[in-house]
């Protein structure tokens, strides 16, 4: 079952910084940058379970992340697991301080 798919706002931004960091290093890399986000998004829709689990909340949601492929992007995709959909929270470089997301799991998205 494919699950539908949200963005917390910061991650949207998160999203859109990197993709104009890219695009200002090289025309293009920013489209190919959001192409490689939206395909692992979609790959955890389908086969969220297939993914790393890095928390698990006091209410039984699983967090969990995705590495980009291609693996050119030293990028993660953070997604939480809720029953109709996985909520994108955050889309961190792998070198970014761990778990800075957190505090978004009891925000709104």
Do not use: C, K, N
């Amino acid at each position: 079952m494919t699950l539908q798919t949200g963005f917390h706002p910061e991650a949207l931004e998160e999203l859109t910084v990197a993709a104009a960091r890219f695009e200002a290093y090289r025309s293009g890399l920013g489209d190919e940058f959001v192409d490689a986000v939206a395909a692992t998004v979609r790959r955890a829709a389908v086969h969220s379970s297939r993914f790393m689990l890095v928390h698990m909340t006091p209410r039984g949601v699983e967090v969990r992340r995705a590495r980009l492929a291609p693996y050119r992007f030293r990028y993660v995709v953070v997604f939480a697991v809720l029953p109709l959909e996985i909520s994108v929270i955050a889309v961190p470089h792998t070198s970014q301080r761990p778990g800075y997301w957190m505090a978004r799991l009891t925000q709104g998205r």
